[in-house]
């Protein structure tokens, strides 16, 4: 299983940034996709997340700005990140689960990082 995350880096406030996370080894449309990031020093929390059948949540702080899809043709997911702020700052990570017959499959991607800076 691999999960490969891109578009990461660094954009100006107000900017925008599309990441990616391309799957592989999983049958993709079955899974609930995530978005998490990271900020040095603090915890991983959720961004965004998608289930297998389009169902969508967000945390508060990205509401309005932040987008995820996902094409099930192409096995990815995507993020839309728009009107970017200093504290979106983090590495963003990929996430794949599914409950199946009572097990978790739970996959990370390696991470993306993005800079808010001017």
């Known amino acids: 299983v691999q999960l490969q995350a891109s578009g990461g880096g660094l954009v100006q406030p107000g900017g925008s940034l599309r990441l990616s996370c391309a799957a592989s080894g999983i049958m993709f449309s079955f899974y609930t996709m995530a978005w998490y990031r990271q900020a040095p020093g603090k915890q991983r929390e959720l961004v965004a997340s998608?289930?297998?059948?389009?169902?969508?949540n967000y945390a508060d702080s990205v509401i309005g700005r932040f987008t995820i899809s996902r094409d099930n043709a192409k096995n990815t997911v995507y993020l839309q990140m728009n009107s970017l702020k200093p504290e979106d700052t983090a590495t963003y990570y990929c996430?794949?689960?599914?409950?199946?017959?009572?097990?978790?499959?739970?996959?990370w991607g390696q991470g993306t990082l993005v800079t808010v800076s001017s």
């Open positions: 996430n794949a689960i599914r409950q199946h017959f009572g097990a978790q499959a739970n996959y």
């Open positions: 998608i289930t297998s059948d389009a169902r969508l």
